[in-house]
């Protein structure tokens, strides 16, 4: 099971350091889940510190660019990101993918270029409200699986993490139903097997809460959840962590 704090736009480098140290002795050492932490880029040195007696725990950038260097201003390499210490990378994230106009194709390239730099992506597909309403999820979420992993070999299937995002729950109080979540995992889980996966990751984001966290992880579609605002404090996040993990040890 994975837990994955995407913090945004948010919590600098102190701030990070005072996380760290609060969570980690809130939420202690275990082998059945893994932390993943997305800090800004220039949180991320410091993240990866305070984590370092943390074999739960890795950390990772919220986006990178496709190429290995050059004259890209503002962005970062996967090459880059790795030798500041993340193993992990989220790919197209819908703030990327609306906010900033990344394409399917872009999307893509950022998820080659994080496979054949050793770093473990984390790829974000989901729905806008609009084409929910028009009954195109499905094949929305299929377009889009489809476009950011076209070509690639099923060992790099097998190492790509997959999160469903609705972009109408992000940030918004509203979620999709756990059986709806769950339909999705299940379309995104069969195409990942197709293409070569064994036992593929999906995790649910879009206003995940403490109070949700429960009746969403009892649909064991569910491998994880990828988390925005109830992030970013040590209070909401660890007791998040910790009911997630106690409400899959305990059958419902
Ligand atoms: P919220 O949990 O704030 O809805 O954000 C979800 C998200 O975008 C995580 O990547």
Redesign the pocket.
Same mark, same amino acid.
């Given at each position: 099971m994975i837990f @994955?704090a995407?913090w945004?736009m948010n919590i600098g480098p102190s701030e990070a350091r005072r996380f760290a140290k609060a969570f980690v002795e809130a939420v202690p050492l275990q082998s059945r889940r893994e932390i993943w932490f997305?800090p800004s880029a220039v949180t991320l040195t410091t993240t990866v510190k305070a984590f370092r007696d943390r074999p739960d725990i890795r950390c990772g950038v919220q986006d990178v660019h496709w190429a290995p260097d050059g004259a890209f201003t503002g962005a970062i390499s996967v090459a880059l990101a790795a030798a500041s210490g993340a193993t992990l990378a #989220?790919v197209g994230? $819908?703030?990327r993918r609306h906010l900033f106009g990344e394409s399917d194709d872009e999307t893509g390239k950022k998820v080659r270029a994080v496979l054949e730099g050793g770093l473990t992506p984390l790829l974000?597909v989901g729905e806008t409200l609009e084409e929910r309403e028009r009954g195109d999820t499905m094949a929305v979420v299929l377009r889009q699986l489809e476009m950011a992993l076209a070509g690639l070999e099923p060992e790099q299937i097998r190492r790509t993490v997959v999160?469903y995002?609705p972009v109408w729950?992000?940030?918004? /109080?509203r979620t999709a139903t756990p059986e709806d979540a769950a339909r999705v995992h299940a379309l995104i889980r069969a195409s990942l097997v197709d293409w070569g996966a064994t036992t593929p990751k999906v995790l649910y984001?879009? $206003?995940?809460?403490p109070d949700n966290i429960v009746s969403l992880l009892a649909q064991h579609e569910l491998d994880g959840v #990828?988390?925005? /605002? @109830? $992030?970013l404090t040590t209070a909401t996040w660890s007791s998040l962590v910790a009911k997630g993990v106690e409400a899959r040890l305990t059958p419902q």
């Open positions: @994955a995407n945004k997305f #989220l994230h $819908s703030e974000c999160a995002e729950a992000i940030g918004t /109080g984001g879009g $206003s995940v809460k #990828l988390v925005g /605002g @109830a $992030s």
